[in-house]
């Protein structure tokens, strides 16, 4: 089945450090892929999306190319801040049995100190 | 608008306890889902709706309850607490669930539910 992997976390970076985020998928067909961001106490919230091979998803300083030749979508930032600190995860979107579902990765704890 | 909400925000039940999980959006979405989180899972869907009077299940439906009979609201019964069902619950709603386009799912702040 289709199913996202995500590097382990914490990733513990000083301020103002370049962040990569890796993300692979296993899909059947052509999946739309995302980021969400989880703050500390709160939902989540999507940061940024594509929808098709080579589309870059780009959103506060994030970036992401959608890449089907690897089935990666890595998360990267070239400067990160106290404020980028928390929970990412990584989606793919499901289309089954006619309805739309997301299946996330299990998620990559950011801490970011000054 | 307020969004997507869930009540309540924090809960403790004892093994065998029944509950109600509420959760409601105004923004007229189609699609409302449940999820469960937990640590070095990510995000796993319990059941799904895309209308009233519309449901189905997800990756890990036993032991949960759902019924939509509005577009607003999407609870999420436990009828038999256990502690395997400690976990942090969110709702998530989309403008729509059909067709193979995607619509950006909100999802509620949350309820921490702890099985004792």
């Known amino acids: 089945g289709d199913s996202v992997t995500q590097m382990e976390g914490p990733v513990t970076l000083s301020e103002e450090a370049f962040l990569t985020i890796n993300c692979t998928y296993t899909?059947?067909?052509?999946?739309?892929l995302f980021w969400y961001v989880q703050y500390p106490g709160e939902g989540l919230q999507l940061l940024l999306k594509a929808t098709k091979a080579d589309d870059k998803g780009s959103n506060k300083g994030f970036e992401a190319t959608y890449r089907k030749e690897t089935t990666s979508f890595h998360l990267e930032k070239g400067s990160v801040q106290v404020s980028d600190s928390a929970v990412y995860f990584c989606?793919?979107?499901?289309?089954?049995?006619?309805?739309?579902?997301?299946?996330f990765g299990a998620g990559t704890r950011l801490a970011v100190h000054p | 608008n307020a969004g997507v909400t869930q009540t309540p925000k924090f809960q403790v039940l004892k093994t065998g306890q029944s509950m109600t999980l509420q959760c409601a959006q105004d923004?007229?979405?189609?699609?409302m889902s449940w999820y469960r989180q937990d640590p070095g899972m990510g995000l796993r869907l319990i059941h799904y709706?895309?209308?009233?009077?519309?449901?189905d299940q997800g990756e890990v439906p036993n032991g949960y309850n759902v019924s939509r009979s509005t577009t607003e609201d999407f609870p999420l019964r436990l009828l038999s607490a256990a502690p395997s069902q400690t976990s942090v619950y969110f709702c998530?709603?989309?403008?729509?669930?059909?067709?193979?386009?995607?619509?950006?799912?909100?999802f509620g702040p949350g309820t921490r539910l702890t099985v004792l």
């Open positions: 989606a793919l979107n499901a289309f089954s049995g006619g309805y739309n579902k997301l299946i």
């Open positions: 899909a059947t067909g052509y999946p739309s």
């Open positions: 923004m007229n979405h189609e699609y």
């Open positions: 709706s895309v209308g009233a009077g519309i449901t």
């Open positions: 998530a709603s989309s403008y729509s669930g059909t067709g193979g386009s995607y619509n950006e799912q909100f």
